[in-house]
């Protein structure tokens, strides 16, 4: 018979192995992002998104707990901290990635806009003249 | 002119055409390998026509003016990434040194000590009387004081060494920004409404492309081919042909303001003691300020663990001892840089005073936002990694940006060999075909001169 701290014990565990993976997979986003492999990057957002879900669904009864003024769990003192710290660099990693797509993405819709004038919009807006000119200079 | 004399004259520009459009290319040619060089090309347009007797007559063609390729889009953007590749590979870089003080193996570095210093006040809690146990209680404690003494020092000497890079960063913009200034002058006297100074804008591009590596920045178009050039803020840099900011430190490694000398308008400042932080430069100058502030709460962590480990040790002797002869550590000297023992450390032992000394390693302190002094350190170490692994995501994917931007703007005004090779075939032709002319255009000259 499996005690309840043994029980809690190996959720912890578990949580933990997710926590790396997603981390490891946050690590192959980066190589894919800088190598510019878009295949491969859009071969691992599933995987990444199934995996950030369950830990947050996993995670979220400790989270309960703690809010609820239990103390963190002593059992396994260890896999706690390396939880913590995982998730720590699990943030910075997605944080790193976020800000060079939402990069990436301000670029192509700066260019965009160049070749596409904003003409676009609700309401009672007049059509913007037609500017001559407006494109890519390709003279200094 | 008309007739024959007309075809001459067509013939004789179109050869000198060829010509400069052949010296085009081999400048070209010439320019291939520098990154910063935008590909130029002669342009030709049709020459004025005349009114003869058949109706308007062409004149051949004129060389127009020799345009650079260039994209203002993509250069603009490549300086601003070439600015934040800068910026995060000198964090890494500056962090990644200081994590060598800070890194912990286990074996040396101040886990270690720590450790070895709670065993031995362990092992004399087993034998309070045992001289042995002393001696390694004075001993682990001069260790540990040793290692907090040595990385508050390296701690230092690396924030001295970025006060030095600093100074030589500056150094490097304002000579950097006064060449900009000299080439806004160079290129106002050597354009004309039609004709562009090319080859002294790619200097202007190369000076800006450096520049970038030390601050951000962003440029506006001045008069007369003129650029000016602004941080973030606004705050001006270089503003026509008439003035270049000149970038000034004053402080030292405790306390620094970067200021423009002139203006005296503040753009970048350290203070260690007031947490004052502020970088108003980004690229590697403003790396280096973000690094400070970083290496400095670092050392501040350490101080705190010194002055716990002072106060808590203080503690316990006035707890156990009541009115200790002396305290283990000096209590005067409560930071990591100068934290040592006292001449007796050990006025007297016994197994409660050993153990409330050990009790320090566990026991959650206010000083140290409620982590005991081992919690804190681990935490310390934990935030150096991360602090580092983040600089260098950071640094990779920036880097990435800089060279997919560059290898973009290249693809527009870099130098192909292979277009420049069928353009000189082509201008070659063009030349042969113009020689052509003219020497039948002669001929038939003569014929006509032979007639009468």
Redesign the interface.
Known sequence: MTSSADRREESLAIIQAMAHQLLEVLEEE?RC????DHGALLAILPQKEALARRLSESLRPWAQAIREGHREPDENREVW?DLK?TL??IE??N???G??IE??IQ?HE??LS?LVPHTYGHGAQKSLPAVKGYG????? | MTGLNAALEIGKNALLNAQVQIQTTSHNVANAENPNY?RQKALTVTQGAILGRAGWIGMGARLDRI???????LED?YLKASSEAAYYDTVKRVLTAVETYLSDDGDTGLNAALNDFWNAWNALAQNPEGSSEQAMVLECGAALCRSLNETAEQLRQSRDGIVTELNDNLSAINSLLSKIRDLNGQIQRSETPTF?A?DL?DQRFQALEELSKYLRFRTEEGTGGTLNVFLDDGTPLVLFTEYAAELKMTGDAESFRIHIQETGTLVAQFDAEGNVVKDGLKGSTGALVTAMGTTDTWHDALDQIAAALVTGFKDVYDDVLETPESYFFDTDKTIAAEIRLTDNPLPSTSNALARAALALETEPLDALNGLSLTQHL?QLS?NVG?AV??AS??S??????AQ??NAQRQE?SGVSLDEEMVELIKHQQLYQAAAKVIRQTAEMIQTAIDMV
């Open positions: 980066t992002l800088a190598e510019r901290t710290e720590r660099h910075a990693r944080e790193a990635n800000r060079y990069e990436l670029i700066e260019l160049l890519i200079s390709t003279e200094a | 935008a345009v650079q390729q260039r994209d203002a889009f953007r562009m090319n804008r681990t934990q991360l692994e983040s995501a950071q990779l994917l920036q880097e990435s940006m997919q931007l527009v």
